[in-house]
């Protein structure tokens, strides 16, 4: 078990910006969660897959926020034209059939 | 609308004794517990959960308590010890399952004393 991956583990950009998130999941895990996590908050579910279905999406999820896992492995969440407002840590969490979701350790985005 | 509150964000404990901390909800559709401990600069760590058929789950020194009357669940840690100083989220879901999104709390700040 190596656990859930995060890539980069802290990420700065310029408003404006494009910025690309990976999430390498536990390998036998069939579904992959994406939350944000801001100071004094707990996480808030964005989106989540089950293999390489995308099932939910919360309504936090603004159109400028896409996610993707090709492949039914790792996932990837863009986040196009930031804003200051998505300055936070983003968590990827991943589980098997019945069992409780294990996260990764985040990726902190800092807007300048 | 918090809709899982956690209404102590700090509470200190000395070594040994009992830590209580306490969750309440207000989504009836809650139907399945978790709690998790969030280490500095780690992701949250899965503790304890407690389905809403039980009232009560114990792993070691940990024990969840649900009062679905009341709409309160509890995590007690006895005896604490200083390793358990984290921040502790209290997390629900409307699909009897872990493996479902989840709603969080904002989470609770334990500090063990030694």
């Known amino acids: 078990d190596t656990g859930v991956s995060q890539n980069p583990r802290h990420k700065i950009t310029k408003r404006g910006q494009n910025v690309t998130f990976r999430c390498d999941p536990i390998?036998?895990?069939?579904?992959l969660y994406w939350y944000r996590q801001t100071l004094g908050q707990g996480p808030e579910f964005l989106t989540y897959?089950?293999?390489?279905?995308?099932?939910?999406k919360s309504r936090l999820l603004s159109d400028r926020f896409s996610a993707e896992r090709p492949k039914g492995s790792f996932s990837t969440l863009e986040i196009q034209r930031t804003e200051q407002g998505d300055s936070a840590m983003y968590l990827c969490?991943?589980?098997?059939?019945?069992?409780?979701?294990?996260f990764g350790d985040g990726t902190r985005l800092s807007i300048l | 609308d918090q809709q899982v509150k956690q209404n102590s964000p700090s509470l200190s404990v000395q070594e040994g004794r009992i830590s209580i901390l306490n969750c309440d909800y207000t989504?009836?559709?809650?139907?399945?517990f978790l709690w998790y401990k969030k280490y500095p600069a780690e992701g949250p760590t899965f503790l304890i959960s407690i389905s809403s058929i039980k009232d009560k789950n114990e792993d070691g020194r940990f024990t969840v308590f649900l009062n679905k009357s009341a709409k309160h669940l509890s995590l007690h840690i006895v005896p604490s010890q200083p390793g358990d100083s984290a921040v502790y989220f209290c997390a629900a879901s409307d699909r009897n399952s872990g493996n479902t999104p989840l709603v969080f709390g904002k989470g609770t700040r334990l500090s063990v004393i030694a």
């Open positions: 390998s036998e895990h069939n579904r």
């Open positions: 969490a991943s589980s098997f059939r019945n069992q409780p979701q294990h």
């Open positions: 989504n009836s559709m809650f139907d399945y």
């Open positions: 897959f089950q293999n390489e279905a995308q099932l939910e």
